[in-house]
C-alpha cells in the first residue's frame, strides 16, 4: 500500500491520495478524520483496546465513508456499499470496490494515521 499526503496552499486544505484499491482509504482520511483531534484520539484508543484484547471490533459511521476495526483489520467503505452487496451481476460485470472498499491490517491502518497527524500537524 502506497500512499502520499498533499497539501494545497492556496485552499490550505489537505488530502490523501493511496495506491489502487486502496482508494477508499485516502478519501476517508480527508473527508471523514481529516484535522479532527477528538475524532483522532477516539480511534486511537479504540486501537489500543482492540490491541490489548478488551474487544473484538468497533465500527464508526461517517458521512459519506465509515470505518470498522477489528482485532487484525480496518475497512473503511462507502455508506451505500452494503446496499450495492445484495446486487446481483451477470458473469461478465463486476463492481471495482477500489474507490468505495478497502482493507488493511490493523497494525498498518494505525501507522497511517499516526503518518496522518503528523503531516497535519505541520501546518
Given at each position: 500500500m502506497e500512499y502520499e499526503f498533499l497539501r494545497n496552499t492556496i485552499t490550505d486544505t489537505v488530502?490523501?491520495?493511496?495506491s489502487m484499491d486502496h482508494e477508499a482509504l485516502g478519501f476517508w482520511l480527508s473527508e471523514e478524520l481529516a484535522d479532527n483531534l477528538e475524532l483522532y484520539n477516539q480511534i486511537c484508543d479504540q486501537i489500543a483496546r482492540l490491541q490489548s484484547g478488551q474487544g473484538n471490533d468497533w465500527r464508526l459511521v461517517g458521512k459519506?465513508?465509515?470505518?470498522?476495526?477489528?482485532?487484525?483489520?480496518?475497512?473503511?467503505?462507502?455508506?451505500?456499499?452494503e446496499d450495492?452487496?445484495?446486487q446481483?451481476?451477470?458473469?461478465s460485470m463486476s463492481f471495482y470496490d477500489g474507490e468505495s472498499e478497502?482493507?488493511?491490517g490493523l497494525e498498518d491502518f494505525y501507522e497511517v494515521i499516526l503518518s496522518w497527524r503528523?503531516?497535519?500537524?505541520?501546518k
Open positions: 488530502f490523501a491520495r493511496f459519506a465513508i465509515s470505518l470498522e476495526l477489528d482485532t487484525e483489520q480496518a475497512r473503511v467503505f462507502a455508506n451505500d456499499i450495492n452487496e445484495d446481483e451481476l451477470d458473469e478497502a482493507f488493511c503528523r503531516f497535519i500537524d505541520e
